[in-house]
């Protein structure tokens, strides 16, 4: 079993910064990848950033590049995602997603609000 937990969503205005974090517990021998999506009402969940658990390859959506940062610490089985320079179309619940074994789990997604 694997859970998810994620944290550091919030309320901010355009331009601002925030971090998310999203801590593994349970099995976690044989993850390959972790990373974050992001939903809006009405739309399908969306790819934002992944990074491959063994080595350091990230990869982006075109809308956050440069602007957003995932990084990894594997002693404490978390991932971050940096956001920077956040803009309105931010807006979104964002998912934790993590791949294991060719499963896919999901944490239970934190909201973040960017106010213009």
Same mark, same amino acid.
């Given at each position: 079993?694997?859970?998810?937990v994620e944290?550091?969503?919030?309320?901010v205005?355009?331009?601002g910064?925030l971090?998310l974090?999203? @801590?593994?517990?349970?099995?976690?021998?044989?993850i390959?990848?972790m990373?974050w999506?992001?939903?809006?009402p009405g739309k399908?969940?969306?790819f934002?950033?992944h #990074? #491959?658990?063994s080595? *350091? *390859? @990230?990869? +982006?959506?075109? *809308?956050?590049?440069g602007r957003?940062t #995932?990084?990894?610490d594997?002693?404490k089985?978390?991932v971050?995602?940096?956001?920077?320079?956040?803009?309105?179309?931010? @807006?979104?619940?964002y +998912?934790?997603?993590l791949?294991?074994?060719?499963n896919?789990y999901?944490g239970q997604g @934190?909201?973040?609000?960017?106010?213009?």
């Amino acid at each position: 079993q694997v859970q998810l937990v994620e944290s550091g969503g919030g309320l901010v205005q355009a331009g601002g910064s925030l971090r998310l974090s999203c @801590t593994v517990s349970g099995r976690t021998s044989g993850i390959y990848r972790m990373g974050w999506f992001r939903q809006t009402p009405g739309k399908e969940r969306e790819f934002v950033a992944h #990074i #491959i658990w063994s080595g *350091s *390859s @990230t990869y +982006y959506v075109d *809308s956050v590049k440069g602007r957003f940062t #995932i990084s990894r610490d594997n002693a404490k089985n978390t991932v971050y995602l940096q956001m920077t320079s956040l803009k309105p179309e931010d @807006t979104a619940v964002y +998912y934790c997603n993590l791949r294991r074994l060719g499963n896919d789990y999901w944490g239970q997604g @934190t909201q973040v609000t960017v106010s213009s």
